[in-house]
């Protein structure tokens, strides 16, 4: 026998269920009067800084059927790739900007959107830029550990060429999974970012 | 304050896998591909932190925060609690949200189709931040146990859904939390997602008779651990932890 290790071990993960939106977004489903507002429905105020950009998309089963009762949360640099954390340790991020955000997928369409700036470039490990890009995390029911992944966008080939955990991507064809297709919207640029859980379009899912 | 390293390694045999046929909906909304393993860069190892003026009075009251006409049906307790890292630190601003049925087992959703009555005095959900020592704790009422449509005679123990931010996105965490001596409990598809014996039970709260509220309300400990971070080594010194 050996001394024993102190650390302890990280709470395992459930499911969110199909009903995650009562604890994240009440006022979503009709619960009013608890509190004011959902967290997370506004990221860009008038004072933000930074292109204004719309990311919106679906979340699809291995059936091809998207998913209506998913919550999808987003964490990204400001315009000059810093975050709104007390853990950024480079320097301070624009303070109208938050950097999160939280949308439930539509229970009709499936389909979710935020209203965003695009991200600046932030650095890797080792110094070298990332591609700008902004860090997804999705739950739903069937999904028993919250899965990460991220979006980089469709008119940034030359960065995304160059970004480091890009490169880490073995079968280059699954690169495409995390690139975001930018169009237009109202004169407002949007960029549909689709996520696969599974089957042949599988997202390239990461754990960090 | 000094800088620390990455996070410790998810334990990915200590977590349910993604693919477990048991629960039905996990077979079509499970990845296949191995996840592409990412020691965390500084998109990581931030995240959002949420002040105390987020934060209501009655946030952490589910016996009063949706009250109509009175109080709700059922077993009044309190939640109490840590939330500590790996390495037993607390973890202080740590945002809990939680919600959960009714007494009778029925969530306040406009999907959800269970016949239990619906209480008018009960919204089900609440949250709360931790304070200096990682602690918090809320009010509410023991949800019930309820049918679920996965196989034809399924039922849910009683739980109830946390969701918790620590101090950097790596850390975010969904889990439930179960009460002691609840027989369902080892006969619950979902619980039994967790491979290990001692991970589920990780995951059940203790009824702490000392905490109760004597002629009140019973109550129940539910310590929750997230990741934690490795020291750095700054010159001849190791920091951040």
New interface residues.
């Given amino acids: 026998m050996v001394q024993k290790l102190t650390t302890l071990k990280e709470s395992p993960s459930q499911t969110a269920g199909p009903y995650i939106h009562i604890g994240a977004t009440p006022n979503w489903v009709e619960i009013t009067g608890v509190w004011e507002e959902d967290l997370g429905l506004v990221l860009v105020g008038p004072d933000t800084k930074g292109e204004q950009v719309i990311i919106k998309g679906r979340v699809f089963d291995g059936s091809g059927t998207p998913l209506k009762d998913a919550l999808i949360e987003i964490w990204q640099a400001d315009a000059d790739g810093l975050y709104n954390s007390p853990e950024e340790k480079r320097g301070k991020a624009d303070p109208n900007f938050v950097g999160w955000g939280r949308q439930p997928t539509d229970g009709i369409t499936g389909e979710y959107r935020f209203e965003t700036i695009k991200p600046g470039r932030v650095p890797y490990k080792d110094g070298r830029p990332m591609a700008p890009h902004i860090t997804f995390w999705i739950v739903a029911r069937g999904i028993n550990i919250g899965l990460h992944t991220r979006l980089y966008f469709s008119d940034e080939e030359a960065a995304n060429a160059q970004c480091p955990v890009l490169a880490r991507i073995e079968h280059k064809h699954r690169v495409q999974t995390l690139i975001a297709i930018r169009g237009e919207e109202n004169g407002l640029p949007t960029y549909t970012f689709d996520i696969h859980l599974q089957g042949e379009k599988e997202t390239v899912f990461f754990d960090i | 304050m000094s ?1 620390q390293g990455s ?6 045999n ?5 693919f ?1 046929p048991q ?1 039905k ?9 191995p ?16 002040g105390h003026n ?1 934060i ?1 009075p ?2 952490n009251d589910l016996i009063r ?2 009250a109509k006409t009175g109080d709700p049906i059922g077993q009044r307790i309190i939640v109490y609690g840590r939330v ?5 630190r607390p973890v202080p601003g740590a945002l809990l ?3 959960q049925a009714n007494a009778g087992g029925r ?6 189709t269970y016949l239990a009555a619906i209480d008018p005095n009960f ?5 709360a931040i931790t304070d200096e020592e990682g602690r918090y704790w809320f009010r509410t009422i023991k949800p019930g146990a309820y049918p679920w449509p996965n196989g034809v005679n399924d039922w849910r123990p009683a739980h109830i ?1 946390f ?1 918790v931010f620590g ?4 850390q ?5 939390m179960y009460f002691e001596g609840d027989p369902m409990i080892w006969q619950c598809p ?2 039994s ?2 491979p290990d014996k ?3 039970e ?2 059940i709260a203790a009824l702490d008779r000392n905490a109760t509220l004597p002629m009140d309300s019973l109550a129940y400990k539910f310590d ?5 971070r490795r020291s750095t080594m700054f010159e001849n010194r190791m920091e951040g932890n």
Avoid at chain 2, 14 to 18: E, K, L, M, S, Y
């Fill in positions: 800088d996070f410790y390694q998810r334990d990915r200590w977590h349910p896998a993604a477990t629960y909906t996990s077979v079509l909304r499970s990845p296949q591909y996840l592409l393993s990412l020691d965390n860069t500084i998109s990581e190892m931030t995240g959002p932190r949420f987020k209501g009655l946030d925060n949706f500590l890292d790996e390495n037993a949200e939680f919600w969530y306040r959703h406009k999907k959800e919204g089900g959900c609440g949250r859904h969701s101090h950097a996105f790596a975010r965490l969904i889990t439930q979902i619980v997602t967790i001692a991970g589920i990780q995951l929750i651990v997230l990741r934690g």
